[in-house]
């Protein structure tokens, strides 16, 4: 009951008036026409999960700023692919924990055949060869500066950093690897990278080049799981593309793709749709979205308080990310959505 009688105040114009009756909710009033309508859906084809590798065996160890993420011992990141290909999901991709005493400041774990990434492909592939795997081509889990380059005087060395990264692209790629994911942004990676890995006879391992990876403060979670909060020196604003610019962005994805890049991702995710759009339009390239760490950890704390609805929050994220053109996304959240979605 309405206790105000409306008056001339709502004005005369009916709302058949002003909408010519068009009548937008005529298709939203049922779950059928809703379906019909739906214009982007999202499916298990869509998830490449990222996982991360410890030391040891039979291990999983919780990460305190990600609720419901671990660290695990190749073991158990083997039997979590099995789990991952049961459920549909294509690729995964390993981002390892290194000690502390294995780090310097080139990063030189990343040349070792039998470094904890390289092993894990190896038991992966092995196991589950029906997995896509992705490997992190870059130096910020070996470094003991957390930079994901070599710091010389206080400078993060552009071009010996992409020669250090090339070989160790060629080693993940002989244990194994499907794609190989630079995310360091140093100029000219994509360009050495592929070269390095043709003349070592893997023209068929693709590259995934985080082509736009921006200056942000949504890694942090990620920076305690594989232990470089406490060690990253300075900031990465002189790698990592100012959260301001969006025509750079589209000049770095470029780039990329005139040296040969096969895929390109976006990261973070959600407060950069906007590029992920412009990126899709401008090039038609495979392209995706790295819902990331800090993006993760803010649905999942907002739920524990009972702020939000978890599980539709992290529905409609991922659900953004194909409204604004992304093919796939890397998020944490992969084996839950493919639960929900088979289910
Ligand atoms: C660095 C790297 C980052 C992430 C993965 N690899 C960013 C950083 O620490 O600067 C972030 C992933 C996430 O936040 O989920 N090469």
């Keep these: ?113 039998d470094n904890l990434t390289n092993r894990a492909t190896r038991a992966i592939k092995e196991a589950v060869p029906e997995i896509g795997v992705i490997t992190d081509a870059a130096l910020d889990p070996f470094t003991s500066h957390g930079h994901d380059g070599v710091l010389r005087d206080g400078i993060i060395v552009n071009d010996e950093t992409v020669e250090q990264i090339a070989a160790g692209a060629v080693l993940q790629a002989a244990a194994g690897a499907d794609i190989i994911a630079p995310s360091d942004m140093m100029d000219g990676r994509i360009g050495v990278i592929r070269s390095a890995l043709d003349e070592n006879g893997f023209q068929d391992v693709a590259i995934m080049s985080y082509a736009t990876k921006f200056d942000s403060a949504f890694y942090g979670p990620y920076r305690d799981a594989i232990g470089t909060a406490g060690l990253l020196q300075g900031d ?56 990331v760490s800090g993006e993760y950890s803010m649905i999942k704390a907002a739920a524990a308080n009972g702020w939000i609805d978890g599980d539709r929050a992290m529905m409609e994220s991922l659900l953004a990310f194909k409204r604004a053109g992304a093919d796939g996304i890397l998020t944490y959240f992969a084996p839950t959505v493919a639960e929900m979605l088979k289910g």
């Excluded at 809703?34 to 298990?44: D, I, K, M, S, Y």
């Excluded at 995964?92 to 780090?103: E, G």
């Excluded at 899709?280 to 979205?289: E, N, V």
Aim: without cysteine; hydrophobic residues 45%; proline residues 6%.
């Design 1 to 113: 009951m309405n206790r105000f009688a409306p008056t001339k105040a709502a004005g005369t114009r009916t709302v058949d008036d002003v909408t010519g009756s068009r009548r937008l909710r005529r298709m939203r009033k049922a779950a059928w026409s809703r379906r019909l309508v739906q214009e982007n859906h999202l499916t298990v084809d869509d998830l490449i999960w990222p996982i991360f590798l410890v030391e040891g065996e039979n291990v999983q160890e919780p990460i305190a700023a990600m609720p419901g993420v671990f660290r695990l011992s190749v073991d158990v990141a083997v039997r979590e692919a099995e789990r991952a290909a049961r459920l549909g999901i294509p690729a995964i991709a390993t981002f390892p924990k290194v000690d502390v005493s294995l780090r310097d400041t080139a990063g030189s774990l990343i040349l070792d055949p």
């Design 236 to 291: 990465k604003k002189t790698y990592y593309i100012n959260a301001a610019n969006s025509a750079e962005a589209l000049r770095e994805t470029e780039q990329d793709i005139l040296e040969g890049t096969d895929m390109v991702m976006v990261k973070p995710g959600l407060p950069y749709l906007d590029i992920i759009r412009q990126i899709k339009d401008s090039f038609a390239l495979p392209t995706f979205a790295y819902q």
